[in-house]
Protein backbone atom coordinates (compact mmCIF):
# COMPACT_ATOMS: atom_id res chain seq x y z
CA UNK A 1 0.00 0.00 0.00
CA UNK A 2 1.04 3.44 -1.13
CA UNK A 3 1.04 5.48 2.02
CA UNK A 4 1.41 9.58 0.87
CA UNK A 5 2.51 12.18 3.38
CA UNK A 6 1.55 15.56 2.36
CA UNK A 7 4.65 17.20 4.29
CA UNK A 8 8.02 16.35 5.95
CA UNK A 9 8.18 17.70 8.92
CA UNK A 10 8.49 16.19 12.26
CA UNK A 11 5.39 13.96 12.82
CA UNK A 12 6.37 12.66 9.24
CA UNK A 13 10.17 11.90 10.09
CA UNK A 14 8.87 9.99 13.52
CA UNK A 15 6.38 8.08 11.64
CA UNK A 16 8.64 7.22 8.68
CA UNK A 17 10.90 5.59 11.68
CA UNK A 18 8.57 3.75 13.45
CA UNK A 19 7.40 2.22 10.22
CA UNK A 20 11.32 1.35 8.90
CA UNK A 21 11.41 0.01 12.53
CA UNK A 22 8.17 -2.62 12.34
CA UNK A 23 8.94 -3.94 8.73
CA UNK A 24 5.56 -3.35 7.77
CA UNK A 25 4.31 -3.46 3.92
CA UNK A 26 3.52 -0.14 3.75
CA UNK A 27 5.60 1.83 1.17
CA UNK A 28 5.95 5.61 2.06
CA UNK A 29 6.06 8.28 -0.37
CA UNK A 30 7.05 11.71 0.87
CA UNK A 31 5.77 15.36 -1.05
CA UNK A 32 7.37 18.80 0.52
CA UNK A 33 7.53 21.93 -1.10
CA UNK A 34 11.22 22.20 0.67
CA UNK A 35 13.86 20.03 -1.53
CA UNK A 36 15.91 20.19 1.38
CA UNK A 37 13.39 18.31 3.25
CA UNK A 38 12.96 15.62 0.86
CA UNK A 39 16.56 15.49 0.65
CA UNK A 40 17.25 14.71 4.25
CA UNK A 41 14.12 11.78 4.54
CA UNK A 42 15.30 10.04 1.65
CA UNK A 43 18.38 9.75 3.05
CA UNK A 44 17.52 8.78 6.35
CA UNK A 45 15.00 6.49 5.57
CA UNK A 46 15.27 5.58 2.05
CA UNK A 47 11.99 6.63 1.42
CA UNK A 48 10.55 7.37 -1.98
CA UNK A 49 10.04 11.61 -2.36
CA UNK A 50 7.25 13.06 -4.88
CA UNK A 51 8.36 17.03 -5.35
CA UNK A 52 5.18 17.52 -6.88
CA UNK A 53 1.98 17.46 -5.25
CA UNK A 54 -0.51 16.34 -7.73
CA UNK A 55 1.94 13.16 -8.74
CA UNK A 56 2.27 12.51 -5.02
CA UNK A 57 -1.62 12.56 -4.56
CA UNK A 58 -2.04 10.43 -7.81
CA UNK A 59 -0.03 7.44 -6.15
CA UNK A 60 -1.61 7.21 -2.83
CA UNK A 61 -3.26 4.70 -1.65
CA UNK A 62 -3.68 6.06 1.66
CA UNK A 63 -3.37 9.98 2.36
CA UNK A 64 -1.64 11.70 5.30
CA UNK A 65 -2.08 15.36 5.61
CA UNK A 66 0.44 15.92 7.75
CA UNK A 67 0.83 19.79 7.87
CA UNK A 68 0.93 22.30 10.43
CA UNK A 69 -3.38 23.49 10.65
CA UNK A 70 -2.78 26.74 8.99
CA UNK A 71 -1.33 24.80 6.14
CA UNK A 72 -3.98 22.19 5.81
CA UNK A 73 -6.81 24.94 3.72
CA UNK A 74 -3.75 25.62 0.71
CA UNK A 75 -2.73 22.02 0.67
CA UNK A 76 -6.19 20.81 0.03
CA UNK A 77 -6.89 23.48 -2.31
CA UNK A 78 -3.93 23.05 -4.40
CA UNK A 79 -4.60 19.42 -4.62
CA UNK A 80 -8.02 20.56 -6.67
CA UNK A 81 -10.40 17.57 -7.79
CA UNK A 82 -10.14 14.36 -7.00
CA UNK A 83 -11.89 11.77 -8.95
CA UNK A 84 -11.09 8.07 -7.71
CA UNK A 85 -12.29 7.24 -4.03
CA UNK A 86 -9.80 7.43 -1.60
CA UNK A 87 -8.78 8.04 2.32
CA UNK A 88 -7.59 10.36 3.30
CA UNK A 89 -6.51 10.81 7.15
CA UNK A 90 -5.94 14.25 8.70
CA UNK A 91 -2.88 14.40 11.46
CA UNK A 92 -3.95 18.47 11.93
CA UNK A 93 -5.16 18.87 15.53
CA UNK A 94 -8.52 21.05 15.90
CA UNK A 95 -9.50 20.73 12.15
CA UNK A 96 -12.73 18.73 12.59
CA UNK A 97 -14.04 16.08 10.05
CA UNK A 98 -16.93 18.79 8.59
CA UNK A 99 -14.42 21.45 7.87
CA UNK A 100 -11.87 19.10 6.05
CA UNK A 101 -14.68 17.17 3.62
CA UNK A 102 -16.00 20.95 2.86
CA UNK A 103 -12.85 21.61 1.16
CA UNK A 104 -12.13 18.34 -0.35
CA UNK A 105 -15.00 16.53 -0.39
CA UNK A 106 -16.38 13.23 -2.25
CA UNK A 107 -14.75 11.20 -3.55
CA UNK A 108 -12.32 11.31 -1.29
CA UNK A 109 -12.94 10.04 2.20
CA UNK A 110 -11.70 11.54 5.79
CA UNK A 111 -10.88 10.27 9.03
CA UNK A 112 -8.35 11.82 11.67
CA UNK A 113 -5.37 10.70 13.64
CA UNK A 114 -3.53 11.95 16.39
CA UNK A 115 -0.10 10.15 16.51
CA UNK A 116 2.69 10.90 19.16
CA UNK A 117 6.56 11.47 18.07
CA UNK A 118 7.36 8.45 20.49
CA UNK A 119 5.83 6.35 17.69
CA UNK A 120 9.85 6.78 16.25
CA UNK A 121 10.46 3.77 18.86
CA UNK A 122 7.37 1.93 18.25
CA UNK A 123 5.73 3.25 21.68
CA UNK A 124 3.60 5.90 20.01
CA UNK A 125 0.00 5.91 20.57
CA UNK A 126 -2.86 7.42 18.48
CA UNK A 127 -6.13 8.39 18.51
CA UNK A 128 -8.47 7.80 15.50
CA UNK A 129 -11.48 8.64 14.88
CA UNK A 130 -13.87 8.04 12.13
CA UNK A 131 -17.15 9.41 10.64
CA UNK A 132 -20.18 7.01 10.69
CA UNK A 133 -20.68 6.62 7.14
CA UNK A 134 -16.88 5.48 6.77
CA UNK A 135 -16.52 1.96 5.50
CA UNK A 136 -15.08 -0.78 8.06
CA UNK A 137 -12.33 -1.80 4.98
CA UNK A 138 -10.65 2.35 5.25
CA UNK A 139 -10.71 1.90 8.98
CA UNK A 140 -8.70 -1.22 9.01
CA UNK A 141 -6.56 0.58 6.65
CA UNK A 142 -5.59 3.40 9.26
CA UNK A 143 -5.77 0.67 12.12
CA UNK A 144 -3.23 -1.04 10.78
CA UNK A 145 -1.00 1.55 10.03
CA UNK A 146 -1.01 3.12 13.15
CA UNK A 147 -0.98 0.06 14.85
CA UNK A 148 2.39 -1.14 13.55
CA UNK A 149 4.18 1.67 15.72
CA UNK A 150 2.06 1.72 18.85
CA UNK A 151 -0.81 1.27 20.59
CA UNK A 152 -4.18 3.05 18.98
CA UNK A 153 -7.25 4.30 20.64
CA UNK A 154 -10.60 4.95 18.99
CA UNK A 155 -12.44 8.00 20.62
CA UNK A 156 -15.73 10.47 19.62
CA UNK A 157 -14.12 12.98 17.67
CA UNK A 158 -16.26 15.12 21.00
CA UNK A 159 -13.21 14.00 22.49
CA UNK A 160 -10.12 14.51 20.58
CA UNK A 161 -8.79 17.76 21.43
CA UNK A 162 -8.34 16.99 25.13
CA UNK A 163 -6.99 14.03 23.68
CA UNK A 164 -4.62 15.88 22.15
CA UNK A 165 -3.82 18.26 24.42
CA UNK A 166 -3.09 15.78 27.68
CA UNK A 167 -1.40 12.53 25.52
CA UNK A 168 1.49 14.55 24.57
CA UNK A 169 5.07 13.28 25.61
CA UNK A 170 6.07 16.78 26.06
CA UNK A 171 4.46 16.67 29.58
CA UNK A 172 6.42 13.91 30.44
CA UNK A 173 9.64 15.42 28.79
CA UNK A 174 8.81 18.90 30.95
CA UNK A 175 8.34 16.72 33.94
CA UNK A 176 11.63 15.37 33.75
CA UNK A 177 12.97 18.57 32.87
CA UNK A 178 11.57 20.42 36.00
CA UNK A 179 12.63 17.58 37.88
CA UNK A 180 15.86 17.32 37.26
CA UNK A 181 16.38 20.81 37.51
CA UNK A 182 15.08 20.85 41.10
CA UNK A 183 17.33 17.92 41.95
CA UNK A 184 20.28 19.88 40.79
CA UNK A 185 19.47 22.33 42.99
CA UNK A 186 19.32 20.16 45.89
CA UNK A 187 23.05 19.00 44.70
CA UNK A 188 22.88 16.23 42.52
CA UNK A 189 24.82 16.34 39.11
CA UNK A 190 23.05 16.58 36.15
CA UNK A 191 23.19 13.13 34.88
CA UNK A 192 22.14 11.53 38.51
CA UNK A 193 19.59 13.98 38.79
CA UNK A 194 18.17 12.97 35.13
CA UNK A 195 18.49 9.43 35.74
CA UNK A 196 16.36 9.59 39.62
CA UNK A 197 13.94 11.94 37.08
CA UNK A 198 13.39 9.65 34.75
CA UNK A 199 13.25 6.45 36.96
CA UNK A 200 10.28 8.24 39.09
CA UNK A 201 8.48 9.43 36.12
CA UNK A 202 9.07 6.51 33.43
CA UNK A 203 9.69 3.01 35.63
CA UNK A 204 6.77 4.31 37.80
CA UNK A 205 4.32 4.83 35.07
CA UNK A 206 5.43 1.40 33.32
CA UNK A 207 4.66 -0.22 36.55
CA UNK A 208 0.72 0.97 36.52
CA UNK A 209 0.83 0.13 32.68
CA UNK A 210 2.31 -3.47 32.95
CA UNK A 211 0.86 -4.12 36.04
CA UNK A 212 -2.73 -4.95 37.82
CA UNK A 213 -2.32 -2.59 40.36
CA UNK A 214 -4.22 0.59 40.75
CA UNK A 215 -3.07 3.96 40.52
CA UNK A 216 -4.51 4.79 43.91
CA UNK A 217 -3.32 1.20 45.43
CA UNK A 218 0.46 2.38 43.80
CA UNK A 219 0.31 5.31 44.62
CA UNK A 220 -0.02 4.44 48.62
CA UNK A 221 2.50 2.35 48.18
CA UNK A 222 4.90 4.93 47.34
CA UNK A 223 4.06 7.81 49.47
CA UNK A 224 3.99 6.53 52.76
CA UNK A 225 1.94 9.03 55.23
CA UNK A 226 4.56 11.40 56.98
CA UNK A 227 7.04 10.20 54.86
CA UNK A 228 9.94 11.79 52.56
CA UNK A 229 7.17 11.29 48.94
CA UNK A 230 4.43 12.18 50.47
CA UNK A 231 5.72 15.42 51.93
CA UNK A 232 7.26 16.50 48.84
CA UNK A 233 4.15 15.12 46.97
CA UNK A 234 1.69 17.39 49.37
CA UNK A 235 4.29 21.12 49.25
CA UNK A 236 4.04 20.58 45.54
CA UNK A 237 0.43 20.55 45.84
CA UNK A 238 0.15 23.36 48.19
CA UNK A 239 2.26 25.50 45.93
CA UNK A 240 -0.28 25.08 42.74
CA UNK A 241 1.30 21.88 41.31
CA UNK A 242 -2.75 20.67 40.27
CA UNK A 243 -3.46 24.43 39.30
CA UNK A 244 -1.12 24.79 36.94
CA UNK A 245 -1.80 21.67 35.45
CA UNK A 246 -5.54 22.40 34.84
CA UNK A 247 -4.39 25.74 33.59
CA UNK A 248 -2.49 23.99 30.99
CA UNK A 249 -4.74 21.50 29.69
CA UNK A 250 -7.98 24.18 29.41
CA UNK A 251 -4.89 26.71 27.51
CA UNK A 252 -4.26 23.75 25.24
CA UNK A 253 -7.58 23.30 24.89
CA UNK A 254 -8.90 26.87 23.53
CA UNK A 255 -5.99 26.27 21.48
CA UNK A 256 -6.56 23.31 19.85
CA UNK A 257 -9.99 24.77 19.04
CA UNK A 258 -8.52 28.19 17.57
CA UNK A 259 -7.21 25.77 14.95
CA UNK A 260 -10.69 25.13 13.59
CA UNK A 261 -10.90 28.80 11.94
CA UNK A 262 -8.38 28.08 9.30
CA UNK A 263 -10.52 26.00 7.42
CA UNK A 264 -13.83 28.40 7.51
Known amino acids: MNVVFLGGGRITSAMLAGL?????QHSPIVHDRNRGKLRDLKKRYAVAVEPDLK???AQADLLLIAVRPASVAEILRAIGEIERPLLAVS???GVPLRLLSRVLGAPTRWARAMPSP???GGRGLTALTFPRTLPEADRQSARDLFASFGR????PESKFDAFTVIYSCSHG???LATLADAAQKAGLDRKTSLLAG????ADGILAWREG???LEALLKEAATPGGIAATAAAAMDAAGYRRAIEKGVKAGLRRARANARFLR
Open 173 to 175: YHA
Open 20 to 24: RLAHT
Open 152 to 155: IVEI
Open 118 to 120: ACR
Open 212 to 214: KHS
Open 198 to 201: AHAL
Open 55 to 57: RAV
Open 91 to 93: LAA
